[in-house]
T-cell receptor, first 114, second 113 residues
Framework: AQSVTQLGSHVSVSEGALVLLRCNYS??????LFWYVQYPNQGLQLLLK??????LVKGINGFEAEFKKSETSFHLTKPSAHMSDAAEYFC????????????FGPGTSLSVIP | ETGVTQSPTHLIKTRGQQVTLRCSSQ?????VSWYQQALGQGPQFIFQ???????GRGNFPPRFSGLQFPNYSSELNVNALELDDSALYLC????????????FGQGTRLTVV
């Protein structure tokens, strides 16, 4: 069965500092991997997704993530945090036989300190 | 704005009642998925509809049911509401084909008392 773990339910960074949000997955077949952001009282917005092309995936708002099969990881990074990045971030996985059955991690709440 | 609209935005129901939540997909999207997001947790997949047929289901009991209409709008019905059904319910729609992006609505906040 597929699953997603996100290390750290809360992460705080200073404005301008590196953002690193960790995600590890388990999947018996090559996965699709996603990062979503959720602002308060809103739905989910896709930041980026991995679908077996380049292992380094660039997304919106300056975020990127690297797929590392040997580590079963898909960590999200951004070189310089902005105040507007404060939100809840979800890593998610689906497999190639059931693309829409997306399994989400528990989420990481990112705070940006001025 | 994602073009996916959900109604109502908030709802309070009593335990044992039934509820219907609605989702209007983005134009041209024939696939819709529903998720339950309990407070402080990630969304959980309920089911997916493709061209009016259920095409995948998560670990939810049969009292969670759905419909998709010819215009691809969708409903989520929950019977015999329980307190644990209190959550944000999200729908997401996408166009058919491989790897197309799913767009989420803002959700319906259901409170069961």
């Amino acid at each position: 069965a597929q699953s997603v773990t996100q290390l750290g339910s809360h992460v705080s960074v200073s404005e301008g500092a590196l953002v690193l949000l960790r995600c590890n997955y388990s999947s018996s077949v090559p996965p699709y991997l996603f990062w979503y952001v959720q602002y308060p009282n809103q739905g989910l917005q896709l930041l980026l997704k991995y679908t077996s092309a380049a292992t380094l995936v660039k997304g919106i708002n300056g975020f990127e993530a690297e797929f590392k099969k040997s580590e079963t990881s898909f960590h999200l990074t951004k070189p310089s945090a902005h105040m507007s990045d404060a939100a809840e971030y979800f890593c998610a996985v689906s497999d190639r036989t059931s693309y829409d059955k997306v399994i989400f991690g528990p989420g990481t709440s990112l705070s940006v300190i001025p | 704005e994602t073009g996916v609209t959900q109604s109502p935005t908030h709802l309070i129901k009593t335990r044992g009642q039934q509820v219907t939540l609605r989702c209007s997909s983005q134009s041209g999207h024939n696939t819709v998925s529903w998720y339950q997001q309990a407070l402080g947790q990630g969304p959980q997949f309920i089911f997916q509809y493709y061209r009016e047929e259920e095409n995948g289901r998560g670990n939810f009991p049969p009292r969670f049911s759905g419909l998709q209409f010819p215009n691809y709008s969708s409903e989520l019905n929950v019977n015999a509401l329980e307190l644990d059904d209190s959550a944000l319910y999200l729908c997401a729609s996408r166009a058919g084909g491989v790897n197309t992006e799913a767009f989420f609505g803002q959700g319906t906040r259901l409170t069961v008392v």
